[in-house]
């Protein structure tokens, strides 16, 4: 049990070491956040499987964060990819000690969004996978190719790769549609087949959309889609729909909006993907019907031939600007810094 003075702790999410070589096999590390101390990003290690649990331990420039997914390469190294408090970055930061201690959190890509629309809460946390030779996967919801007299117009799902955790890729755009759909993608959950690697790593990638993206509540018809890759994400498949419409007077509300949850996942079982998503149906009387759904006979990872589209400087200098942006305004409704490099 983590208890922390004035705590809040939020958002967990745990991985152990499974690799038989590794000098840190049956480690379980687990990452969450304390909304009561500013987000303060805290990674715990169990050294017995997780029948027992260590001190909490920040990282190396004590930052701050939401929604971290740490993943374990071969070797034993452990990459967190994080997005920072304000959702304006994704940041990673790794331990090469089996949790004894942990890297400064440094950023892999700024972040720009396109607010999803109808109130729906969405905001764009990382989901983070690995392959069979150590790959980090990293995707989540961004608007920077969609971008129109200076605003975005729609978010897409893109992604940031690196066998290493401290190299990353440039951000590149999955292509689950044309740049000129009127589609709005978000709250995505990537699994990647753990047996491949490489070239011919299989991933899935679940996720929610809008049809339209400049929808209001009272018409907004929200879906969970479907796209894979055989090839290690150089080509995917064309869409699948696989729940909705719901109407956002389904969901449950919150404080900050009716929702389907900060995350979805995905994960394979025996070559097949199972991804993990919230439906709901109409409510009887003022008792909502929302549950979580998979498909019992999980989905390929089939061979698609839809090419990603890479980033080009401008659309990165885009984002940049719009991060510093949404950073700007963070900062100025009482967000705080939190010793963390700037986004």
């Known amino acids: 049990m983590v208890t922390a003075t004035g705590s809040n702790l939020d958002k967990n999410w745990i991985v152990c ?24 990003i805290k990674m715990t290690t169990s050294f017995d499987g997780g029948l027992t649990w260590g001190a909490s331990k920040s990282t190396g420039n004590n930052a701050t964060g939401l929604g971290g997914q740490p993943v374990v390469q071969p070797n034993g190294t452990v990459v967190v990819p994080i ?17 004894s201690s942990w890297t400064n959190a440094t950023t892999v890509a700024t972040v720009s969004t396109f607010t999803v629309r109808g109130g729906l809460r969405s905001g764009p946390l990382p989901s983070a996978e690995i392959d069979a030779a150590g790959k980090v996967y990293v995707v989540w919801q961004d608007c920077r190719f969609r971008a129109s007299g200076g605003s975005c117009t729609s978010n897409d799902i893109v992604m940031a790769t690196s066998t290493n955790g401290t190299t990353w890729s440039s951000v590149i755009r999955i292509p689950i549609d044309a740049t000129t759909s009127t589609v709005d993608h978000f709250t995505s959950g990537l699994a990647v087949d753990p047996s491949p690697s490489g070239s011919t790593a299989h991933l899935a990638l679940a996720y929610y959309y809008h049809p339209v993206a400049n929808c209001t509540a009272a018409i907004c018809q ?18 699948t729909q696989l729940a909705g419409p719901m109407t956002h007077s389904w969901l449950a509300s919150t404080t900050q909006g009716t929702m389907v949850g900060d995350y979805i996942s995905t994960s394979f079982s025996g070559g097949t993907a199972h991804p993990a998503f919230a439906v709901a149906t109409a409510p009887s009387v003022s008792v909502f019907n929302e549950a979580m759904y998979t498909l019992t006979s999980g989905l390929t990872a089939g061979a698609g031939t839809a090419p990603v589209t890479p980033a080009t400087p401008r659309d990165n200098a885009f984002s940049a600007r719009l991060a510093a942006i949404a950073y700007a305004r963070w900062l100025a409704n009482g967000g705080t810094e939190g010793g963390e490099d700037s986004p």
């Open 17 to 40: 070491d499974n690799t038989a070589t590794s000098a840190f096999y049956g480690n379980c590390y687990t990452e969450y956040d304390n909304s009561g101390d500013g987000d303060r």
């Open 83 to 99: 997005a920072n408090a304000s959702e304006t970055a994704i940041r990673v930061f790794r331990s090469t000690n089996g949790g």
């Open 222 to 239: 929200l879906d969970v889609g479907y796209v894979a890759s055989a090839n290690g994400g150089s080509t995917w498949t064309a869409p």
